[in-house]
């Protein structure tokens, strides 16, 4: 079943890499209650598109910061093999967002982005707000990145409370009805 927009976020607690401290432990949805969460998958560790999509996240993750929104990211892959990809990828050597283990699959299936014949999730982002409602959800192909600044354009646009046209961006005018 799909997420939809304006329900309660599917709840979650799995292991999770923690690439700054090089630790494990158990993350779930209940950590980023109050406040913004962006939550996105991506299909497995050691890929091609993947290492792009995070490193890029993880890059504006202080604009992310700025709009008091936390990263998190997931995948069906094990936190030993996000440490592992971590400590074999240069452009992941730095990364200061969690990287949460989807092993039973549960969280993919939930959250409506799970391949079964693959085993693996679909680009699924979610914008959660601090009430733990979901209030943007996107999903890619498995071979099509996604776009960071789109996802800032959302966050800022959803944070107004206000009526956004299309193309808005953070500073222009909202919709007087």
Not at 115 to 133: M, Q, Y
Request: negative net charge; glycine residues 6%; charged residues 25%.
């Amino acid at each position: 079943m799909a997420v939809q927009v304006g329900n309660p976020a599917p709840k979650f607690s799995a292991q999770a890499y923690v690439r700054p401290t090089d630790e494990f432990k158990t993350v779930s949805l209940d950590d980023y209650a109050g406040k913004w969460l962006y939550l996105y998958f991506y299909p497995m560790d050691f890929t091609f598109v993947c290492p792009t999509e995070i490193k890029a996240f993880d890059d504006a993750l202080g604009e992310f910061e700025d709009r008091e929104c936390e990263l998190l990211t997931c995948s069906t892959d094990s936190h030993y093999v996000h440490k592992g990809w971590c400590d074999a990828k240069e452009e992941l050597a730095s990364l200061k967002h969690p990287m949460l283990a989807d092993i039973t699959k549960r969280i993919s299936m939930d959250y409506g982005l799970l391949i079964p014949d693959k085993g693996v999730a679909l680009r699924g982002s979610f914008l959660i707000d601090p009430n733990g409602v979901v209030q943007w959800v996107n999903v890619n192909a498995l071979s099509v990145g996604r776009n960071v600044e789109e996802v800032l354009r959302v966050l800022d646009a959803l944070q107004t409370d206000e009526l956004c046209p299309c193309n808005w961006k953070k500073g222009e005018e909202t919709i007087n009805a």
